[in-house]
């Protein structure tokens, strides 16, 4: 599975952006995908997640009500829609894929910074 990110950038703080990933590959086998990222000097962390073939959706507590993930199958695109952005929102964004084992795939990072 090769996962494809894109879609950060530069926003001040109460702006919005929207995040893509694109997936490729054995897309039959990705269970679950979601979105983390990676502030300076700081562990990687879950932002949201989403099952693939159904509607159940996981946020951080940090996030909930700013961001909402969302998926196209057809497309093969996962989406984060991320609003209200604050400074501490600014990180690298990862995409990832959990298949039906154990393993994780990850995409290459989108870097968005909040400020004014």
């Known amino acids: 599975v090769q996962l494809q990110a894109s879609g950060g950038g530069l926003v001040r703080p109460g702006g919005s952006l929207r995040l893509s990933c694109e997936a490729a590959?054995?897309?039959?086998?990705?269970?679950?995908m979601g979105w983390y990222h990676q502030a300076p000097g700081k562990a990687r962390e879950l932002v949201a997640d989403?099952?693939?073939?159904?509607?159940?959706?996981n946020y951080a507590d940090a996030v909930k009500g700013r961001f909402t993930i969302s998926r196209d199958n057809a497309m093969n695109t996962m989406y984060l829609r991320m609003n209200s952005l604050k400074s501490e929102d600014t990180a690298i964004y990862y995409c990832?894929?959990?298949?039906?084992?154990?393993?994780?795939?990850w995409g290459q990072g989108t870097q968005v910074t909040v400020s004014s």
């Open positions: 590959g054995s897309i039959f086998s990705i269970k679950i």
């Open positions: 989403i099952v693939v073939h159904g509607s159940n959706t």
């Open positions: 990832m894929a959990k298949d039906w084992g154990t393993t994780n795939y």
